[in-house]
């Protein structure tokens, strides 16, 4: 246990469909991410949040949409996505955005399949 | 933006000390180094961080020479549930966007 949880676990989705992934932490932590990791590529980042403002945008398609409503929460919206997003995404909490020093603590991820 | 090269795989048995080394020839002067675990199908968890010479804890120890330029993240008496991938990263400063860049990683595989 991280104190960060994502549901769902696993989602399967048509590409037509509209779904939200959701992302908690209980560390009190300020700085919330998104990360996509596709089958032997590494973790890429899409998404940071400091405390609840959008602070970076890692040039992810519009199809993915995130919302931060408050601290401790963290959504990403799905829309008419593609097979290729399928992937794991993984949520990761930091008590900061800091200045390459902070550590930064992972949810277990959402496995989403794309048909 | 620091890149890191680190070996794709690595074997090793039961009981042995394993020593991953991680090259970051372009490390910036206040970025600090950190590894990850990654077990297959859950998220990336954190093993140590450093900034130079030497830091240890209950999991691993990390050795950074004077230069910075790499690092090795030695893991003591290695079992079977030591087998995953480890990451090694330096952190962006510049932008204060708390970015790390994740690598392919470094498989390591313990053998009974």
């Known amino acids: 246990e991280t104190g960060v949880t994502q549901t769902p676990r696993h989602l399967v989705m048509g590409m037509t469909n509209k779904k939200s992934l959701k992302c908690e932490q209980h560390?009190?932590?300020?700085?919330m991410y998104w990360y996509k990791q596709s089958a032997k590529k590494p973790l890429e980042l899409m998404f940071v949040?400091?405390?609840?403002?959008?602070?970076e945008n890692n040039s992810v398609p519009s199809r993915f949409s995130p919302e931060c409503p408050n601290s401790s929460h963290l959504f990403l919206h799905l829309h008419t996505l593609q097979p290729e997003d399928s992937a794991l995404y993984l949520c990761?909490?930091?008590?900061?955005?800091?200045?390459?020093?902070?550590?930064?603590?992972f949810g277990p991820g959402t496995r989403l399949l794309v048909l | 933006l620091a890149k890191t090269t680190q070996p794709i795989s690595m074997d090793s048995y039961e009981g042995q000390e394993v020593n991953i080394t991680c090259s970051h020839n372009n490390i910036a002067t206040n970025d600090y180094i950190t590894w990850y675990q990654q077990f297959p199908s859950q998220g990336p968890r954190f093993i140590i961080q450093?900034?130079?010479t030497k830091v240890t804890n209950e999991v691993a120890s990390l050795f950074i020479p004077a230069d910075r330029k790499s690092s090795t993240l030695s893991l003591p008496r290695v079992s079977l549930s030591d087998t995953a991938v480890y990451y090694c990263l330096v952190g962006e400063c510049s932008s204060n966007t708390g970015k790390l860049i994740f690598g392919q990683g470094t498989t390591l595989q313990v053998k009974p």
């Open positions: 990761a909490s930091s008590p900061s955005v800091g200045t390459g020093g902070e550590t930064q603590y």
């Open positions: 560390l009190g932590h300020n700085a």
């Open positions: 450093g900034y130079k």
């Open positions: 949040y400091s405390l609840e403002e959008r602070v």
